[in-house]
């Protein structure tokens, strides 16, 4: 290679993560010391947050994905893009990132009431100032001052979300006046813990409060093991006072709903305390061995909080449900935690985003025509089988080689065109575009899943060498597939063995429902809403509507209802069979719509409760009606049990087996994915773009580590 | 808490194959009092009647605290009444006035909660600095409360509280004499109130026992200044070494001292 020419970057894998990381190492102020060229399996990007076009130009996605108003590194991405991109507005309905991104503020758990029924515990999030991805020159890490203020506007709301359900809230006490304050007694800290005791049940939250009182002054002042004793002293109040509340609050849903979030708080608070979290170095990380639910157990957090709808559903955002069980629910307490208080506390805008239209033609086919632009080649049809590696000395050791299967070939030998015109968006299809490829027609009429884990035809294999043909790696493969494109690199190295053992993945299952009749007549009369916590085997359902005017249907749908879930882990890939999985995953739809939909969309079931599948409209026949079960097949519905497709968990005791992507046990390859130590370590899209930028930053040493939003962040 | 961090690049790349370039750190700050807080120690407070005289957000959280209890007193003596009257459901009083009771309770509660946030946000930025006498309670041994329900097992919880000291007027300077053709990250903590006598390095050791271990580390404290001396070979695996530093007198620790190997 000539001396000054540019480093040859082999980015594997079109997911966020990669992306980011090509976006980042080809920025125009970079002046081009990067040449990039994308390897990706089958056709087309996307990874986990893959979507494509189908009859009638329906979306047809991976899953439900919504953006949360703190994903500050994935907006910015996004923001950056759209700007290089500069599309016309006049030619395109998604010429911008807000035309890409919709504030949705509307967001519900599923609550069981006392009666039995399920209704929906509705939270309406304030619009915060700024908007995701708001350019800063000097980022200033996240303090816990910010939390504070954040934190009372979150209170305030759920006190408004009180008065929506109709409570009475005219007997607020009017008189706020402080007492005077006493003297501070911390010369006699037994005597104030006497005091203390006196006022026994009803003094909860005020024992709270002094006891915190009691423990500041002992810092202060007294022997360390003596905070301990008013710790305990706090915990055997407060429980007390928890027990003596809850059988007020109990048999009152609204108010049980209420109290479970002031429980947590609580517990949060206490764990805070006893944990050290303020002053420990590992930040949240210290807590990451236990599960979330379990540390908020061991917090004094009642039974009924850590089981109420609004613990669930953070669960059910989260897939965190280990084996695909939803008996075993299970996620790292520091990584809930941070995840926790970064969503609640620091978003900007509007808590959630959702997306106008699929998140391939919202975010990966921007991101494709710009890094085209630049000049990064992309190598559909790649299906990478190994990565050689190489080096005498542990100093030494790097990538030698990479083996690819060439899945098809491109008419002509150019590169592969992957996107498709929908209404003047550039989109991916749901399927390759057989036109463009040699033996097209044939891979069609045998139906090629050519990015399923179990496609294994090929053309031919591809071998690519360092210095001859790249010079550094970026490996950006889901973490279950490592064992299957990586074997070496995973029997040579003890620590990519530990990773892939103990960052572990779930399958998960998704539905797209269009609809006849909109969803007031269905029975829900208020704003569209994301909803979790119900019912297996679907707990979360999201009112999709809005995409509708994008696809190519002779009427817009009335409804448009995406539902997803964990689904039951089928083991390992050598034993699934894919299309039963997928067969699993239409029989539980039908049997859901038919038991359990009624609890949310009353309309759309008959006088005896079964499911009205008139009201399914078919993509191929929009003016046909079907009557009975079998219209649910013109409907779309997945299994992600590829291990490609599988979630990312961080289940409690895993993130400390993760690797950085600025390790540097090989000296040229980073890694890339929401599964590395990343910072936020959450099976999201704000993680695996930080994970780019982290992996763009170990090739280039740009960006600045300090310009990656929550990076540093207890 | 002080922490050096210094990176040696001693393997120059070779022209033939290129390499990453050395990353100023592999891992996030995370700690809250490097981060949001002044790391100086605050000046001594002024004692009254033999206790530090507490600070505006303490103060602040005081007052809270009685208004609370206060406040909790009375509302207690209120619901009491009301119960007493007939005035919950299931008691054979009139409903809308019990539900009104509750709603008042569940808006105070969420009130103190908010109180309560925002102590505890005074009280982490009180406490993020150094304690002039004292360190923060660390948090029990798992097991060692009875909240009524199920005790999760024991896991590996932080380190059990230090041993009460004055803390380091200032934390010393760190200098690092490396012997390695290999990129090191060096990593420093010791504990504030730990000793500070005639130091002493253990071997450091990776995760994995198969790798072998770091010896021959020094660590010497000298005018307030720390040297750490260490060797490490051009076949030492990459991976992190950490290893206690101790007071060579009595044992005690007085800091850890880690060096990840690239």
């Known amino acids: 290679m000539a001396e000054g020419a540019p480093a040859r970057v082999a980015i594997i894998g079109g997911g966020c993560a990669a992306m980011a990381a090509a976006f980042e190492l080809t920025r125009p102020e970079l002046d081009q010391r990067f040449a990039v060229t994308v390897y990706q399996q089958g056709f087309r990007l996307g990874g986990k947050g893959a979507s494509g076009r189908g009859a009638s130009g329906r979306i047809e996605e991976h899953g439900l994905h919504v953006w949360l108003g703190y994903y500050e590194n994935a907006f910015r991405l996004m923001r950056d893009c759209y700007a290089e991109l500069a599309r016309d507005p006049a030619r395109c309905p998604i010429a911008t990132w807000r035309d890409a991104f919709t504030p949705a503020n509307h967001v ?96 909860g939250l005020g024992a709270v409060l002094e006891a915190l009182r009691l423990l500041e002054l002992v810092l202060a002042s007294m ?139 919202v975010v990966f086919a921007p991101l494709y025509e710009v890094l085209k632009k630049r000049g990064v080649r ?150 569209p809403l994301s909803l979790s916590g119900f019912v297996e085997p679907f707990d979360t359902w999201a009112d999709m509507t809005h995409v509708g005017r994008l696809e190519s249907w002779p009427e817009a749908p009335p409804a448009i209802a995406y539902l997803c879930s964990v689904m039951p882990d089928p083991g390992a890939p050598a034993s699934t069979d894919p299309a039963a999985c997928k067969e699993s995953v239409r029989a539980a739809a039908i049997e859901f719509l038919e038991q359990h939909i009624g609890h949310l969309w009353p309309g759309a079931v008959t006088a005896d409760g079964g499911f009205r599948w008139e009201l399914l409209l ?95 962040h207890p | 808490m002080t922490r050096r961090k210094s990176a040696v690049q001693a393997n120059p790349p070779k022209p033939d194959r290129k390499k990453r370039p050395t990353a100023e750190r592999t891992e996030p700050r995370r700690d809250m009092a490097s981060m949001f807080g002044d790391t100086k120690p605050p000046p001594q407070a002024a004692a009254t009647n033999g206790a530090a005289e507490p600070d505006p957000h303490v103060a602040s959280g005081v007052g809270a605290g009685y208004r609370v209890i206060d406040e909790y007193l009375r509302q207690g003596q209120e619901a009491a009444r009301a119960a007493w009257l007939g005035g919950f459901p299931g008691l054979g009083g009139e409903r809308g006035r019990g539900e009104a009771e509750l709603a008042a309770m569940a808006g105070q509660m969420l009130r103190y909660s908010t109180e309560l946030a925002s102590f505890w946000t005074a009280m982490l930025n009180n406490v993020s600095r150094p304690s002039p006498a004292g360190d923060i309670p660390r948090p029990p041994a798992p097991g060692g409360f009875d909240f009524g329900g199920p005790v999760p097992s024991p896991k590996p919880a932080p380190e059990s509280p230090a041993a009460a000291a004055p803390a380091h007027e200032a934390a010393p300077a760190v200098t690092l004499a490396l012997d390695s053709k290999r990129p090191l990250e060096v990593t420093v903590r010791l504990d504030p109130h730990g000793p500070l006598g005639k130091l002493r390095v253990h071997d ?48 005690l620790p007085a800091g850890t001292l880690s060096v990840r190997v690239r």
């Open chain 1, 108 to 203: 519900a758990a599923a609550d069981r009431m006392s009666d039995g029924r399920w209704d929906a515990w509705r939270a309406s999030f304030p619009a915060h100032d700024g908007l995701p991805g708001d350019p800063t020159d000097h980022y200033q890490p996240l303090s816990v001052p910010d939390y504070l203020a954040r934190a009372l506007s979150l209170v305030a709301e759920l006190l408004r979300t009180l008065e929506r359900e109709g409570t009475d809230r005219k007997t607020e006490v009017t008189d706020r006046r402080p007492a005077p304050p006493r003297a501070p007694d911390a010369g006699a800290p037994y005597n104030a813990l006497d005091t203390l005791l006196r006022y026994g049940t009803l003094a």
């Open chain 1, 223 to 361: 022997p360390v093991y003596r905070p301990n004793v008013l710790l305990r002293a706090l915990d055997v109040i407060t429980r007390a006072v928890q027990r003596e509340l809850q059988q007020y609050v109990r048999d009152r849903d609204a108010l049980r709903r209420v109290w479970s979030i002031a429980d947590l708080v609580l517990a949060t608070v206490r764990g805070s305390i006893r944990f050290h979290l303020a002053t420990d170095p590992r930040g949240f990380d210290a807590i990451d061995e236990y599960d979330c639910r379990e540390w908020l157990r061991l917090n004094g957090a009642s039974e009924e909080s850590i089981n109420s709808p609004f613990v669930r559903a953070l669960y059910d955002l989260a897939f965190a449900y280990e084996g695909g069980d939803m008996t075993r629910p299970r996620i790292a307490a520091g990584a809930a935690i941070r995840g926790s208080l970064r969503a609640f506390f620091t978003y900007k805008g509007a808590f959630f985003w959702k997306m106008e239209a699929g998140m391939g033609d």
């Open chain 1, 378 to 527: 992309f190598e559909f049809f790649h299906r990478l089988r190994d990565v050689e590696v190489g080096g005498e000395h542990a100093s030494d050791k790097h990538v030698r080689a990479l083996s690819f299967d060439v899945q098809a070939e491109v008419r002509g030998g150019g590169e592969y065109p992957p996107l498709i015109d929908v209404r003047g968006l550039p989109c991916w299809p749901a399927e390759p575009r057989y036109d463009q490829l040699v033996s097209g027609e044939r891979y069609r009429a045998e139906g090629r899943h050519f990015e399923s884990h179990w496609e294994t035809g090929r053309v031919r294999e591809r071998r690519l060498e360092v210095a001859r043909d790249f010079d550094f790696v970026v490996l950006g493969v889901g973490v279950a597939a490592l064992p299957h494109v990586a074997p070496e690199l995973i029997a040579r190295d003890a620590r990519f063995k530990a990773m892939v053992e103990h960052v572990t993945t779930v399958p998960t299952r998704a539905v797209q429902l269009w609809l006849r009749q909109d969803m007031r007549s269905l029975g829900r009369e208020h704003a």
């Open chain 1, 618 to 712: 078919d993509a191929h026949r929009p003016a046909f009606v079907a009557r009975d079960a079998r219209a649910f097949d013109s409907q779309f519905w997945t299994a992600n049990v590829s291990p490609s497709d599988r979630y990312t968990l961080a289940l409690p005791g895993s993130t400390a087996f993760r690797i950085s992507p600025l390790d540097r046990s090989y000296d040229n390859l980073t890694l890339a994915g929401d599964w590395t130590a990343c910072g936020l370590n959450l099976g999201c899209v704000e993680s695996a773009v930080m994970s780019g930028m982290l992996a763009a930053h170990a090739l280039a040493g740009v960006p600045k580590l300090s310009a990656i939003i929550g990076w540093d």
């Open chain 2, 204 to 251: 450091l050791r990776a995760a994995s026992e198969e790798l072998p271990r770091l010896r021959g580390v020094r660590a010497e404290l000298r005018s307030g200044s720390l040297s750490i001396a260490l060797k490490v070979g051009k076949d030492q695996p990459a991976g992190v070494y950490s290893g206690m530093i101790v007071d060579d007198a009595t044992n």
